[in-house]
C-alpha cells in the first residue's frame, strides 16, 4: 500500500522562479492537507482540500502561493516568484474522511531551497 | 489568542527512565488530541489519538493523558529506549477539521 507520496523530494529554484511540488494522497484519500514547517520550527497550517474545493485556506500567504487538488490527479502547491523566506519543508498529509477525530498520514516531505 | 506549547527546552533521559513530554493549549475546545513522532528529514508518524471524554490511553509502552480542565495533555514513554529519541508533536483539531500542531519537543534517550 503507498502512502501519501510527495515530489520532489528537493526542489532549487533561483529568486523570482516558480516551484510546484504535488502530492498524491494515500489511495482513497480525498482530504489533503499542506504544512510548512521552518528549521527548528513546527509544522505551520497552510491549506485543506478536498477534491476540486479548497475547503480552508487561512494559513497561505495571501500572494504568490495557491493550491489545487483537481478531480484527477495530485494536489499541487504552487508557489510563485519565491523568495528566499519561503525555504522550508513542505509536508503533504491526508485522510480517507475529514480529519476531526481521524488519523492524518504525512508524506516524507519536499525541501524547497531558494538561492 | 490561540496558542499551543509544548516542553520548550530538549529533553534528555537515561534509557529505561519514563519519558514525559506536556503539550499545553489556550482557546481552543478541541473534541480530541493526537500526539506524532518525527525523526530528522522525515514526515510525521501518528502515534496516538486521545478523546475529550477519554482520560487516558495506552498503546504499548506509550500512554497518553488528556485533562480538558487543565487545558493539557501529557505523553509518557515508558522503558525508554534510545530509538524513542526523535521529536513529538502534539496535534488538536483546529476550526474546520483542520490539524494544528504544536512546536514539538526533542527527546534524547541516553543509553
Known amino acids: 500500500n503507498a502512502g501519501v507520496m510527495q515530489n520532489p523530494r528537493h526542489l532549487v529554484r533561483r529568486r523570482g522562479q516558480e516551484a510546484r511540488l504535488r502530492c498524491s494522497p494515500v489511495k482513497g484519500h480525498s482530504h489533503v492537507y499542506w504544512y510548512r514547517q521552518l528549521p527548528e520550527e513546527g509544522l505551520k497550517f497552510m491549506v485543506y482540500?478536498?477534491?476540486?474545493?479548497?475547503?480552508?485556506e487561512s494559513g497561505m500567504p495571501k500572494e504568490r502561493f495557491s493550491a489545487e487538488f483537481p478531480k484527477e490527479g495530485p494536489s499541487i502547491l504552487r508557489i510563485q516568484q519565491v523568495v528566499r523566506g519561503d525555504s522550508a519543508a513542505y509536508f503533504c498529509?491526508?485522510?480517507?474522511?475529514?480529519?476531526?477525530?481521524?488519523?492524518?498520514?504525512f508524506g516524507e516531505g519536499s525541501w524547497l531551497t531558494v538561492v | 489568542s490561540q496558542k499551543i506549547e509544548q516542553n520548550s527546552e530538549a529533553l534528555n533521559i537515561q534509557e529505561g527512565k519514563t519519558a514525559t513530554l506536556t503539550c499545553n493549549y489556550t482557546n481552543y475546545s478541541p473534541a480530541y488530541l493526537q500526539w506524532y513522532r518525527q525523526d530528522p528529514g522525515r514526515g510525521p508518524v501518528f502515534l496516538l489519538l486521545i478523546r475529550e471524554n477519554e482520560k487516558e490511553k495506552r498503546k504499548e509502552r506509550l500512554k497518553v493523558t488528556f485533562d480538558t480542565t487543565l487545558k493539557q495533555s501529557l505523553f509518557h514513554i515508558t522503558a525508554s529506549q534510545p530509538a524513542d529519541s526523535a521529536t513529538y508533536l502534539c496535534?488538536?483539531?483546529?476550526?474546520?477539521?483542520?490539524?494544528?500542531f504544536g512546536p514539538g519537543t526533542s527527546l534524547s534517550v541516553i543509553p
Open positions: 498529509a491526508s485522510s480517507p474522511v475529514r480529519a476531526s477525530g481521524n488519523t492524518i498520514y
Open positions: 482540500l478536498q477534491k476540486e474545493n479548497i475547503i480552508d
Open positions: 496535534a488538536l483539531d483546529g476550526d474546520y477539521d483542520k490539524v494544528i
